[in-house]
């Protein structure tokens, strides 16, 4: 039996504050449950690269930093490779990603400023059809009438959107900032949550 191939999740937006640097955490921390996960930091801000410093993680997750996605060609021993991407217009990662996740968070302002990264992500997929690209929801609050919508919003953009949103929970920032994974941090309901979303990721990829 051959090798399993690498997966390789892109946290891909424009749009700064978007939660990139929290949910590519959150869903490697959940993949690191069962595999073996490369959380690759990419971001000129290096958020997840400090994270390092204070961060307890199980010892199927590691923590790489790399100016370009080409750096990362010899890597190897992992399952999937969750990476924080540079937050900028640009199509330069969309390569060497075999999915491409944009976070939405529930507000008309982020909904119509995913329109230029998304017509990006369609641009890559019509030559190389294999690529995945998806929307989720980020920050979401149940309660209110917009967030109830934004799924309905964000399908008109004509690309899947995960079935498992990342609630607006102050249980994220807490756990990273205790330096423990969504997962790991002793809250059922991120736990939870995370395993459910990188479930929903896994699916779309296996589709």
């Not at 529930?106 to 990264?117: G, K, L, N």
């Amino acid at each position: 039996m051959g090798a399993v191939l690498m997966k390789k999740i892109g946290l891909w937006t424009q749009k700064g504050g978007a939660g990139k640097s929290t949910s590519a955490v959150t869903l490697a921390g959940a993949l690191a449950q069962k595999h073996r996960v490369a959380l690759i930091d990419t971001d000129p801000q290096g958020s997840i690269s400090r994270w390092t410093e204070i961060a307890n993680l199980p010892n199927t997750l590691e923590i790489f930093t790399a100016e370009r996605l080409s750096d990362l060609k010899g890597l190897s021993g992992f399952d999937y490779a969750v990476i924080d991407t540079k937050g900028e217009l640009s199509a330069e990662a969309l390569p060497y990603l075999d999915m491409a996740l944009l976070p939405c968070a529930p507000s008309m302002f982020d909904i119509w400023a995913a329109a230029d990264s998304i017509e990006l992500m369609k641009a890559h997929q019509a030559h190389r059809p294999e690529f995945i690209a998806a929307l989720y929801v980020n920050r979401l609050d149940q309660n209110t009438l917009l967030g109830r919508d934004i799924a309905e919003a964000l399908n008109g953009y004509g690309l899947p959107v995960l079935s498992v949103p990342l609630r607006d929970r102050i249980g994220y920032p807490t756990a990273i900032a205790r330096g423990k994974t969504p997962t790991r941090s002793g809250d059922s309901e991120i736990r939870l949550e995370s395993l459910r979303f990188a479930e929903a990721v896994k699916r779309l990829l296996e589709a």
